[in-house]
Nanobody, 125 residues
Framework: QVQLVESGGGSVQAGGSLRLSCVPS??????????MGWFRQALGKEREGIAF???????RYADSVKGRFTISKENAKNTLILQMNSLKPEDTAIYYC?????????????????WGQGTQVTVSS
């Protein structure tokens, strides 16, 4: 039942960078997705939305990552990218790719109906 597939997670030192990717599965029509984004969930914390992008290229970021993370889409196959720079230990979490129909850039998990299984990001001091 995997709908989206994330990759690119790993372990880095504080100040380093990682690039996450997300691709829709073959079961999801390219026309059924208007907004894609990234959530993360740290140990013992609730899942939070951090970056979103519409089909028109509009973006929205959580304050905690603004200026450090960049969300984008590659031209082919709607691959979703999250470029993470200046990473901090508090960025350590499982990162999830999500998608939804409609055009509004919601940041709430309840609004997203397609999900990946997550990829671990660990940032050490």
């Amino acid at each position: 039942q995997v709908q989206l597939v994330e990759s690119g997670g790993g372990s880095v030192q504080a100040g380093g960078s990682l690039r996450l990717s997300c691709v829709p599965s073959e079961s999801i029509s390219q026309w059924s997705v208007s907004v894609m984004g990234w959530f993360r969930q740290a140990l013992g914390k609730e899942r939070e939305g951090i970056a979103f992008i519409s089909s028109g290229g509009d973006t929205r970021y959580a304050d905690s990552v603004k200026g450090r993370f960049t969300i984008s889409k590659e031209n082919a196959k709607n691959t979703l990218i999250l470029q993470m720079n200046s990473l901090k230990p508090e960025d350590t979490a499982i990162y999830y790719c999500a998608a939804r129909p409609g055009s509004y850039l919601f940041m709430f998990r309840e609004k997203y109906n397609y999900w990946g299984q997550g990829t671990q990001v660990t940032v050490s001091s």
